[in-house]
């Protein structure tokens, strides 16, 4: 898993090819407004909703709705995160790769294919990750003393204490931005995302 996402937020015009939803009474007011309009009480998905129900009435798009809404709350999220870091002079790919290293073992120290794997990259794309960290001094990099072929990263001092400095305040920005639902509705939530997730494929290791 990672512990943050990357990514742009999109206007309105790039949400998951519009987005229909099941609340029938919601589709219907959507439906009725003209296009740009917004419905009171609706997300800005609902008004995509209610052009595609004008366009083609013969298509139910509720799946849309659905993938429109988790597209663009991750989204929206990546962008509270990015801006979080951006104000501490770190990428949040940096932080995903030292927090990474920081809980995965006690000695914060994993090998290039074992890194890649947690943090969820490709090995190419984890080289230039790691070589960008090495120049910083958050990471050092080895070759193992038990086999010349393994690339073993390590979490530097430097980078211990960057986990450490911010990651209560990563937290505190998460709590944030998800101020907006109650404990329950989070619990809700969280469960729904992982029977979706794990459908799709995207399980843990064991």
Same mark, same amino acid.
């Given at each position: 898993?990672?512990?943050?996402?990357?990514?742009?937020?999109?206007? #309105?015009?790039?949400?998951?090819?519009?987005?229909? $939803?099941?609340?029938?009474?919601?589709?219907?007011?959507?439906?009725?407004?003209?296009?740009?309009?917004?419905?009171?009480? #609706?997300? $800005?998905?609902? @008004?995509?909703?209610? @052009? +595609?129900?004008?366009?083609?009435?013969?298509?139910?798009?509720?799946?849309?709705?659905?993938?429109? &809404?988790?597209?663009?709350? =991750?989204?929206?999220?990546?962008?509270?995160?990015?801006?979080? *870091?951006?104000? %501490?002079?770190?990428?949040? +790919?940096? *932080?995903?790769?030292?927090?990474?290293?920081?809980?995965? #073992? =006690?000695? %914060?120290?994993?090998?290039?294919?074992?890194?890649?794997?947690?943090?969820?990259?490709?090995?190419?794309?984890?080289? #230039?990750?790691?070589?960008? !960290?090495? $120049?910083?001094?958050?990471? %050092?990099?080895?070759?193992?003393?038990?086999?010349?072929?393994?690339? !073993?990263?390590? !979490?530097?001092?430097?980078?211990?204490?960057?986990?450490?400095?911010?990651?209560?305040? %990563?937290?505190?920005?998460?709590?944030?931005?998800?101020?907006?639902?109650?404990?329950?509705? &989070?619990? &809700?939530?969280?469960?729904?995302?992982?029977?979706?997730?794990?459908?799709?494929?995207?399980?843990?290791?064991?």
């Amino acid at each position: 898993m990672n512990d943050t996402l990357t990514n742009e937020t999109p206007g #309105n015009d790039t949400l998951a090819n519009g987005t229909p $939803a099941n609340n029938t009474a919601a589709n219907n007011t959507a439906a009725n407004n003209t296009a740009g309009d917004y419905a009171p009480g #609706n997300d $800005a998905v609902d @008004q995509i909703l209610g @052009q +595609w129900a004008r366009a083609r009435p013969d298509v139910d798009c509720s799946a849309m709705g659905v993938a429109g &809404r988790i597209s663009r709350a =991750s989204r929206l999220m990546e962008k509270g995160i990015k801006e979080y *870091f951006t104000g %501490h002079d770190l990428e949040p +790919w940096e *932080f995903d790769v030292l927090a990474t290293l920081f809980r995965s #073992n =006690s000695d %914060h120290r994993l090998c290039m294919s074992d890194l890649a794997t947690a943090a969820m990259v490709s090995s190419a794309a984890l080289t #230039n990750r790691v070589d960008r !960290l090495v $120049a910083r001094g958050l990471v %050092h990099r080895e070759v193992s003393p038990t086999n010349r072929r393994m690339v !073993l990263i390590t !979490l530097a001092d430097e980078g211990r204490a960057v986990v450490d400095t911010l990651l209560e305040g %990563h937290v505190a920005n998460e709590e944030r931005m998800l101020s907006g639902l109650t404990a329950e509705d &989070r619990e &809700r939530l969280s469960g729904l995302l992982c029977k979706l997730l794990t459908s799709l494929g995207d399980v843990g290791s064991c």
